[in-house]
């Protein structure tokens, strides 16, 4: 008899924070007009690649950059929990021996099962403008706090502010680089519909 059996259990927890800034909230100035927006020049370099040179806006100023809701989407940001679990359970069982039965000189048998499984839980917030409550729907987070006297951007504190980065191999611009707990912890959360699959 011969039995082979096997068990492996895998976890993986992520946590994955993504916070907007601007110039200002859905582009607009304080008195409704348009924000005018940077200049971007492209160019094409050497080697086949682009570079985007972006002026009129200083995106790695506190000064000039928030945490805002940029375009309208109803949230500052979102912080996405998924947690992963996969189970695998094998066994397999064989048996053999000999025969006189004419031609039939061994027999075996045997027996093979195998089960996986996978099973995703996920849970996630939108991060959201702080203040008062407004009076337009908007998304998970309830309301747009601007509209009852709330704020639409928040500035961004020193203590938050890790550096200045340049995104995506873009020359000549910078933006800020924050830590996105901190950023979180200064706005506020509103838990996403929670799902889970087995």
Not at 112 to 137: Q, R
């Amino acid at each position: 008899l011969t039995v082979d059996a096997n068990y492996s259990r895998a976890t993986r927890h992520d946590n994955t924070y993504e916070i907007y800034m601007g110039t200002s909230f859905q582009n607009l100035t304080a008195s409704g007009g348009t924000v005018s927006p940077g200049l971007a020049t492209i160019t094409r370099n050497g080697d086949g690649t682009y570079g985007v040179n972006i002026s009129g806006t200083n995106y790695a100023s506190p000064s000039q950059v928030f945490l805002t809701d940029p375009q309208g989407w109803g949230q500052v940001g979102f912080n996405n929990v998924p947690d992963f679990r996969d189970t695998v359970k094998g066994l397999r069982a064989e048996l053999d021996g000999e025969t006189h039965w004419g031609v039939v000189k061994s027999w075996e048998i045997g027996v093979n099962y195998s089960d996986e499984t996978k099973v995703s839980n996920y849970s996630g917030y939108f991060i959201c403008l702080p203040g008062a409550a407004g009076t337009v729907t908007v998304a998970g987070c309830g309301n747009w706090p601007g509209t009852n006297g709330g704020a639409n951007s928040v500035a961004i504190p020193s203590s938050i502010i890790k550096g200045a980065v340049t995104p995506y191999s873009v020359t000549g611009t910078q933006i800020l680089a924050v830590d996105p707990i901190a950023a979180q912890n200064i706005l506020r959360t509103a838990q996403q519909s929670v799902s889970s699959d087995t």
